[in-house]
């Protein structure tokens, strides 16, 4: 603290402008050419400064700082509308927090019943470059790179043999990024109950890409003679969600097959699909091995 007020007289004796102005050096973010104000600013000495364009303002502004300017605040010169220019009390140079500032323009909407923790948090720059970047919503990298960050588990099994398509390509495919009225912020319904009694609606997440009618059809993969299978496990009292079965990041066994089925927090069963030539069967499973196929 004591280093802290004595750069700020020492700033104050060196800066005619700062005799007047040295409430700023009160402020433990500053700028680094307070002290020079000319570079910034012409010598007025009656404080007649000429009115500046937002395009002037951005011009002089990336002299010094070599920053994207595709998001449209400082595209457009806007710098100060989220930075002051002199000092602060927050980092870097901000005038609100982070999410006062971005809720400015991006209006929250309800709040969700499963917020993402960064957005909670008010954390938007853990996933968002403030100045804009060459990635989708202004993402600081690719989508799935910039979701992994955080959850590494799923990137280990976007690495697996047998990854699922979308969340290679988007994760937003499935979960909303900020949150949402669904567990594991989904989009949309899909069960997470071991055993369930059907209905299309508890697996409306799935069913926007896998139809039902192909699910349960005849020309199903997963059917023995005549028999869907898909329909033995899923459309009865107590059926299986599809999460029991499969794992929808990536797995090392095709059809996106979970190595362990897991009943309960303790007991996990062995999944293994053998096959030969068109048939396959499961076996361990949750049952003897009974084959399937054409």
Known sequence: MIRLILAGLLLQATSPCLKCHGDLLKLPGRHAVLEDCAACHEDQGDHTFPSWTLEAVRDLCLNCHDVSTRHPPPEKGACTACHDPHASRLRPLLRQSVAELCQKCHLPGPSPAFPHPPFKEGSCTDCHAPHGSSHKAHLVGPEPETCTTCHDDIGRRLESPHAHTPAQDECTTCHAPHGSDFPRTLKSHLSTQFYERYTPLQY?????????????????????????LHRVHVQRQRGHNCLVCHEPHGTDQPHLLRSWIRYGPLWAIPLRLQAQEKRKTCQPACHQAEEYGR
């Open 204 to 228: 409306f997440l799935c069913f926007q890409c896998h139809p039902a009618s192909d699910l349960f059809g005849p020309d199903s993969g997963f059917v023995r003679n005549s028999e869907n």
